[in-house]
């Protein structure tokens, strides 16, 4: 995908998938805000683009709403990557999977809808 010139959130972006997509979107000119609470993501994905006048790490839970509604503010996309990954997870911890996987999910949606209306 090729984008230029935007303002992109990327929630999750400290994590695998994230992190490349932000190397990949500050490459083609984009402003990267990223949302991470680092549960299962790593500073040393995302160190290198620290420094990066792009760049705008922050750190929250998209299990609060606040925390959403702030970082979808001034956003024109939203790439939501953050979640909690692995089935044996989910099943040693249903309840924290689906608070994050989807109450979380959820938040975001919400966030971004009235961000734009
Ligand atoms: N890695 C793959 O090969 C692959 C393949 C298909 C789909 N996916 C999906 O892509 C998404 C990202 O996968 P990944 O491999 O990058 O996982 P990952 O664990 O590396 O990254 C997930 C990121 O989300 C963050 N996160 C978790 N809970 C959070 C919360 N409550 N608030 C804010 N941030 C939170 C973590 O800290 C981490 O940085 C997942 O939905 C995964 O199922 C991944």
């Known amino acids: 995908m090729i984008l230029e010139g935007r303002r992109v ?3 999750g972006g400290a994590g695998f998938i994230g992190s490349n997509l932000i190397e990949k979107f500050l490459e083609q000119d984009n402003y990267i805000t990223c949302l991470d609470n680092l ?5 040393d994905n995302i160190f290198g683009f620290l420094d990066h006048p792009r760049f705008n790490f922050l750190k929250g839970d ?12 001034g956003s024109e996309i939203v790439l939501h ?3 909690l990954g692995s089935v044996p997870r989910s099943i040693n911890d249903p309840i924290t ?5 989807v109450g979380g999910f959820l938040n975001m949606l919400v966030s ?3 961000w734009w209306n």
């Open 112 to 114: 971004s809808k009235r």
């Open 81 to 83: 990557q953050a979640a």
């Open 62 to 73: 998209i299990r609060s709403l606040d925390d959403c509604r702030n970082a979808v503010h």
């Open 9 to 11: 959130l990327v929630t």
């Open 97 to 101: 999977s689906n608070d994050v996987n």
């Open 39 to 43: 549960s299962t993501g790593r500073m």
